[in-house]
């Protein structure tokens, strides 16, 4: 079994930044893809960003592309999310996800955090 718990969320005002982390117990963190995803009141689920296992590919939604960067730390179990630039439209519970396999479809993320509130006022 896989736990995930995200923190670093809160009330930030439009242009500001915030650092979201996801630490990871229960199985080697190394093996797993990890992702980002948010998701906004009376809105879909939607897909941030995409990490590989070693760390050195990464992937990222449009709507967040030269905003916001995905990173992990093998050594400490720990993804990250540096989020800059931020706007109200990036308003929504953040989600942290980890997947054993290659990424095709949200289906392969296997195991999910609870979730971090970011808020950003305008």
């Known amino acids: 079994q896989v736990q995930l718990v995200e923190s670093g969320g809160g009330l930030v005002q439009a242009g500001g930044s915030l650092r979201l982390s996801c630490a990871v117990s229960g199985r080697t963190f190394s093996g797993y893809f990890m992702g980002w995803f948010r998701q906004a009141p009376r809105k879909e689920r939607e897909y941030v960003a995409t990490i590989s296992r070693s760390g050195g590919s990464t992937y990222y939604a449009d709507s967040v592309k030269g905003r916001f960067t995905i990173s992990r730390d093998n050594a400490k179990n720990t993804m990250y999310l540096q989020m800059n630039s931020l706007k109200p439209e990036d308003t929504a519970l953040y989600y942290c996800?980890?997947?054993?396999?290659?990424?095709?479809?949200?289906?392969?993320?296997?195991?999910w955090g609870q979730g971090t509130q970011v808020t950003v006022s305008s």
């Open positions: 996800a980890a997947a054993p396999v290659p990424i095709a479809t949200i289906a392969d993320y296997r195991y």
